[in-house]
């Protein structure tokens, strides 16, 4: 398979071109912009130092930004597994939404089939671990909520893109709110850092904001930065699967 895209560039990479074992990433984000030209000006402007690999629009076109053996500024300061900063060793894929701050919409059925193509292409090209395939937030949990809550994991999953629990919703219900014990709340965190989240010199704070990047992953259906049953046994699941 092959990816024919418009091609937009950005000036905003380093020009080091690195070796193609490099790349073991995919990284989703949202662009959280008032607006699609917006989004594609400020990627595309020297002045901002930010980009992406490939962008999407709300109509599922997918623009090329900057050539793939190229690094992109789309991660910032960020951690999984022992990786530090994974700029260097990711494709960053932006996708048209306003996100929180502006009026998150739900992604439109183009953008998603656009990115299992983009994402499919990408995982065969550089032989990318499904496990190795991540939302912004999931890396930068202190600064970020993009892709967000209703970025279709569970879905994508299904093609083989990404991680996924597959535990029953039935099931999961009847643990939702139901309260552990302070040990088991450790034990969630030590699955959460099997997984490959950065769980080092957690404060409350951070903890918070922790919990709440699982869930909009993990658990969409409730984000409220509390861990229940729910949260837990979700995280043993996944933690067997990384
Ligand atoms: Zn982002």
């Known amino acids: 398979m092959n990816i024919k895209t418009p091609i937009n560039f950005s000036p905003n990479f380093s020009t080091t071109r690195r070796n193609k074992k490099k790349i073991k990433y995919i990284v989703y984000h949202y662009t959280g912009m008032r607006s699609e030209n917006k989004a594609v000006k400020r990627l595309t402007d020297v002045n901002s130092n930010v980009s992406c690999h490939y962008f999407i629009k709300r109509n599922g076109q997918i623009i090329l930004m900057i050539p793939e053996l190229f690094e992109a500024w789309h991660a910032g300061k960020s951690n999984w597994k022992k990786d530090i900063s994974l700029n260097k060793n990711s494709i960053g894929i932006e996708i048209s939404n306003k996100g929180h701050e502006f009026g ?16 499919k292409y990408l995982i065969k090209k550089y032989n990318i671990k499904i496990s190795n395939i991540l939302g912004h937030s999931d890396i930068a949990f202190e600064r970020k909520k993009d892709p967000g809550e209703k970025f279709p994991w569970k879905h994508l999953a299904n093609k083989k893109i990404g991680i996924w629990h597959k535990i029953k919703e039935k099931k999961l219900k009847k643990y939702r709110k139901k309260k552990i014990s302070n040990i088991e709340m450790f034990t969630f965190i030590k699955y959460l850092n099997k997984i490959g989240y950065f769980t080092k010199n957690l404060n409350n704070n951070k903890k918070l904001t922790l919990v709440k990047s699982f869930q909009r992953r993990f658990r969409q259906k409730l984000i409220n930065g509390k861990i229940d049953r729910e949260c837990l046994i979700i995280a043993e699941k996944l933690s067997k699967l990384s």
Do not use: V
């Not at 998150?104 to 994402?119: R, T, V």
């Open 104 to 119: 998150y919409e739900n992604f439109s059925k183009a953008q998603i089939s656009s990115l299992i193509k983009l994402s």
